[in-house]
């Protein structure tokens, strides 16, 4: 018999009470998820424990136990409820690039509406239902362009990837901005800039110094530089798919 510590949240009926004389409320592991996903939202993942996530339902620590096991169950179930936010059409454009482009950039909004996201999923491998649904989109949208499943699965992880590392990098600008009191621009103009022009009077790095005084995607919009990277990313997978699929 499998250890039951060892056994996914997805493989464990959900416990189900009713309300009644003299008894404490039922609750459902989507009310403890949502609350969790709130404290999360309003003040980081570490402030989301199940004393404080008891605390915002009005009970206690223990008596939310008896529905979610642990705290990384917990996590899977908070994972799997945001990209359930993920809104996919049901059915494929037949655009690889489109699809994946579509996705990418709501995986982007979700992750910067909930900026715990990220760092739960790059240490948890997790398949709720709604994680798998995400999944099977991304690797439908290569599906029948002569990629093996190899090909494909390990274009998907470049994707995401790449997706990851700029939600991060971009959730890590707002917050420096945040903490200076200045917006992204001010931040940079202000805080940095007297630093960088230093660095390219001296003449000593010129490549950087190229970087800052040549480069276009500098100045973009966040939503443009990260389909500017988006679209390397992509054409290195088309480098790959049969010259005969259309592209």
Known sequence: MPD????????RPERRERSGPGRRPGYSRAQITRAAVRVADAEGIDAATMRRIGGELGTGAMS???YVPSRDDLFDLMIDTVMGEL???EKLSGDWRSDLSLLAHRTRASGLRHPW???????????????LRVHEFALGALDGLGL??????GSV???NDYVHSAIRREIGWLEEARRTGL??????RDYVGPYVRQVVESGAYPLFSRSVL????????????FQHGLDRVLNGIGAQITPDIPR
């Open 4 to 11: 039951e510590e060892l056994i996914s949240i997805w493989m």
């Open 64 to 66: 939310l136990y008896r």
């Open 87 to 89: 809104e996919l059409p």
């Open 117 to 131: 996201l990220i760092t739960l999923l790059a240490g948890r491998p997790t398949l709720g239902p709604n994680l």
């Open 148 to 153: 093996d499943i190899d090909e494909m699965t």
């Open 157 to 159: 992880g470049m994707v």
């Open 183 to 188: 917006d992204p621009e001010r931040w940079k």
């Open 214 to 225: 040549e480069s276009e995607t500098a100045h973009l919009a966040p939503a443009e530089r």
